[in-house]
């Protein structure tokens, strides 16, 4: 039997998922509380029971899906934590780098959240929070425990950049995603030599 937490969370859920939906295919000016009720089914008051304004939306928007692309990141980093460094950083950059490949839904959905942040204070505090989040999952699980704080901030500071922008760019690069992942195996490697 489903209690009112059950349905509110359902509920709430299924307007993050009209927002975020929204933001993917019309970008962020298409953002409206009156259209994410109309994607939900809902009457507006419904919608504002639950976020009372567009910016609350947004913050819980952001959130979830921010956790839901650390969960994948982390699970990716999971599987290869049995590898040694040099496999287990190639492995770790190439996933990544996959879905640079394509202007996938993912890209689309970080480029209007790129573009809400210039402008939104509770947005760009959600991604910077996100980054750093980022960062550490990427840098421990190449770096280890065995690595110094050093070489984690240069690892970080070497790929994530470079990831997002490759998110961009990829499609009109000279080299395939292998040959970046070497490329950058063999740089983040050097990067913990020095």
Not at 65 to 77: D, I, P, S
Not at 96 to 112: A, P, Q, Y
Not at 155 to 161: A, E, F, I
Not at 174 to 182: F, G, I, K, L, R
Request: glycine fraction near 6%.
């Amino acid at each position: 039997m489903s209690t009112g937490n059950d349905n509110r969370s359902l509920k709430q859920k299924k307007i993050l998922d009209c927002a975020l939906k929204i933001i993917r295919d019309h970008g962020d000016a298409g953002l409206t509380m009156r259209k994410i009720a109309d994607c939900a089914g809902m009457r507006l008051s419904n919608v504002q029971y639950y976020f009372q304004s567009k910016d609350d939306v947004l913050a819980a928007m952001v959130s979830t899906y921010f956790g839901e692309c650390e969960a994948e990141l982390t699970q990716v980093a999971h599987s290869c934590e049995s590898l040694g460094r040099p496999e287990r950083t190639h492995r770790l950059i190439s996933e990544v780098l996959k879905h640079g490949t394509e202007l996938s839904d993912m890209c689309r959905v970080f480029r209007e959240l790129w573009a809400i942040s210039s402008r939104n204070d509770v947005v760009s505090g959600e991604m910077t929070t996100y980054y750093e989040s980022l960062c550490r999952v990427v840098s421990n699980s190449i770096v280890g425990t065995e690595g110094s704080s050093r070489q984690k901030a240069r690892v970080g500071s070497l790929l994530l950049p470079f990831v997002e922008g490759y998110s961009i760019t990829a499609s009109s690069l000279p080299m395939t995603v292998e040959e970046v992942a070497d490329m950058l195996t063999e740089l983040t490697l050097g990067l913990m030599d020095n």
